[in-house]
């Protein structure tokens, strides 16, 4: 046996249950003494990850999704979860408009709540019966699985996805997040999430341990599978009074792609600012910055910026008043030189900050220049986008 995360072999033996059900999550229709009979659950701890799973070689009901149907859109409990996550998740990424795909609907109760966002919804369901309900709340659904041979029934690639409650029922869950990826543009943004091992291990809920859950996930073994296969984790949250734990992600597109992308963009970056710089001077606009913190130095320095070409540098921290930036030797003045000496533009150095920069600027200080922005590329802030901004204060 392999851990279904990290697929080493150093596992080891971590609690026994007696006479469980062979099923947990899945009713039967008739007494059937074969489907209805008790079984013997064992759970393993891996020791090179943490990860705590059955074994896999012993889940033999292949047949289990699909007729499996478990609809949690009943209580309120769930429904009020699912739709703050989706609220979330449709505001985060800026989904609206955009496609979206979801792993495993169920009844298509989460699909059909990022619909009502506005965003453009298909999924992926193995069982017919799901399925069939998920296309009568008008959620385009594929009765098909997450393997193989994804490509040849689902031809979109996405913007984003959803797959909830779906990795801990799965033998190999890495070949799932493989396979969901050749559904997904390099930059997709996720949302997963599972139920919590932890919040079983703090309430002492052994009635938790399922003979049809492969996978007890805690935020890091999640963490660790996700990162595994290329999903940059952006942000881990606990929902549903802690009964799941989740993940915000970033799909890369390939092994440390963010990584790789940055070093690649770091030339572009540089070219499009000094570009930005030369257009400005030459239309004789007179140039500062906003910000003397770490970023505001590193960038000055490295795109070579001196004091012909950035006239100087604001800061609200009046120790850092007539000092000079490393580097680019630019000089740090009081905001209060925006009443006397206004230039037509100001860099805004710290990304972090820009929106409260911004409405500073034109609430305290009513300056009328051009503002800039250096992330996620240089430009020039844009008059819908700076009305969004004071709109939203």
């Known amino acids: 046996m392999k851990c279904i995360v990290c697929e080493s072999k150093n596992v ?95 009844d298509g109760y989460f699909a059909e709540q990022l619909q009502k966002r506005g965003a453009r919804v298909a999924a992926i369901e193995p069982s017919a019966t799901a399925c069939r309900l998920a296309g009568e709340r008008g959620v385009e659904c594929f009765n098909v699985f997450v393997d193989n041979e994804i490509e040849k029934h689902v031809k979109e690639k996405f913007d984003a996805f959803v797959t909830k409650q779906v990795m801990d029922l799965l033998k190999d869950p890495n070949s799932f997040l493989r396979n969901l990826a050749k559904l997904l543009k390099p930059g997709a ?3 997963i999430d599972v139920p919590s091992w932890t919040k079983t291990l703090f309430d002492k809920r052994y009635f938790d341990v399922l003979p049809d859950r492969v996978g007890y996930y805690t935020a890091n073994t999640l963490v660790k599978i996700l990162e595994r296969n290329n ?30 992308a940055f070093k690649d ?23 500062g910055a906003w910000g003397a913190g770490a970023k505001g130095v590193t960038i000055f320095s490295f795109t070579g910026m001196d004091s012909g070409k950035i006239k100087y540098v604001i800061d609200k921290d009046p120790h850092k008043w007539d ?45 009328k220049g051009d503002l800039i922005l250096l992330s996620p590329e240089p430009h020039v802030l844009s008059s819908e986008e700076i009305n969004k901004i004071l709109k939203n204060q």
Request: proline share 4%.
């Open 12 to 106: 080891e033996l971590m609690f026994f249950l007696e006479n469980g059900p062979k099923y947990a999550q899945k009713l039967l229709v008739r007494p059937d003494p074969v489907a209805g009979c008790r079984v013997n659950i064992s759970l393993y701890k891996c020791r090179d990850c943490d990860m705590v799973q059955i074994n896999p070689d012993d889940l033999t009901h292949e047949e289990y999704f699909e007729d499996y149907l478990m609809s949690r859109s009943c209580t309120e409990l769930y429904t009020r979860y699912d739709n703050e996550l989706a609220e979330i998740f449709v505001n985060k990424f800026d989904l609206s408009g955009k496609s979206v795909l979801e792993a495993g609907c169920g």
């Open 189 to 191: 943004y996720g949302l």
């Open 231 to 260: 999903f940059h984790v952006i942000e881990v949250f606990h929902g549903a009074e802690n009964e799941y734990v989740g993940a915000y992600v970033y799909y890369e597109g390939r092994k440390n792609g963010l990584n790789q």
């Open 265 to 287: 963009e770091f030339l572009g970056f540089r070219k499009k600012f000094s570009g930005l710089m030369e257009q400005m001077s030459a239309e004789g606009k007179t140039i």
């Open 323 to 367: 000092h000079y930036l490393p580097g680019s030797l630019l000089k740090v003045v009081s905001p209060d030189i925006l009443k006397t000496e206004p230039t037509d533009a100001l860099i805004i150095t710290a990304a972090m900050f820009y929106r409260e920069i911004t409405r500073e600027l034109m609430r305290d200080y009513g300056y």
